[in-house]
C-alpha cells in the first residue's frame, strides 16, 4: 500500500531555516508518481498549497512562500523535498506532503509534520 513518510520540521525562530522530506513508498511504479507537493494547515484555518513540482520539475509556489521556499524531488528515490529560509511566525502550521497517482488521478497525503516558528 502507499505510504509516504515525512520528517523534518521542528521549532526555529523566525528568521531560521528548516528542512522538510517526504519518501513515497508502494506504488507499482515510480513513474506511477506524478506531481508532488507540499500543502500547510495551520489551526483554524484551511489547508493551503505551499509548493508543488512535476515529474519534470516545474514548480508553483504559494505567493506567501515565493522566494524563501525550494521545493525539489529525486524521482529514482521517490523523495520530495522542502528547504524552508527566513521563516515567519505565519509559516507555523502542520505541513503535509502530497503525491498525485499519474494514472487514478488519487491524491496520497502524509501524517503531517508540525513547523512551529517563534516570534
Known amino acids: 500500500q502507499v505510504q509516504l513518510v515525512e520528517s523534518g520540521g521542528g521549532l526555529v525562530q523566525a528568521g531560521g531555516s528548516l528542512s522538510l522530506s517526504c519518501a513515497a513508498s508502494?506504488?507499482?511504479?515510480?513513474?506511477?508518481?506524478?506531481?508532488m507537493g507540499w500543502y500547510r494547515q495551520a489551526p483554524g484555518k484551511q489547508r493551503e498549497l505551499v509548493a508543488i513540482i512535476s515529474r519534470g520539475g516545474n514548480t508553483n509556489y504559494a505567493d506567501s512562500v515565493k522566494g524563501r521556499f525550494t521545493t525539489s524531488r529525486d524521482n529514482a528515490k521517490s523523495m520530495v523535498y522542502l528547504q524552508m529560509n527566513s521563516l515567519k511566525p505565519e509559516d507555523t502550521a502542520i505541513y503535509y506532503c502530497?503525491?498525485?497517482?499519474?494514472?487514478?488521478?488519487?491524491?496520497?497525503w502524509g501524517q503531517g509534520t508540525q513547523v512551529t516558528v517563534s516570534s
Open positions: 508502494g506504488f507499482e511504479s515510480a513513474f506511477d508518481i506524478g506531481p
Open positions: 502530497n503525491v498525485n497517482h499519474r494514472r487514478s488521478g488519487y491524491d496520497y
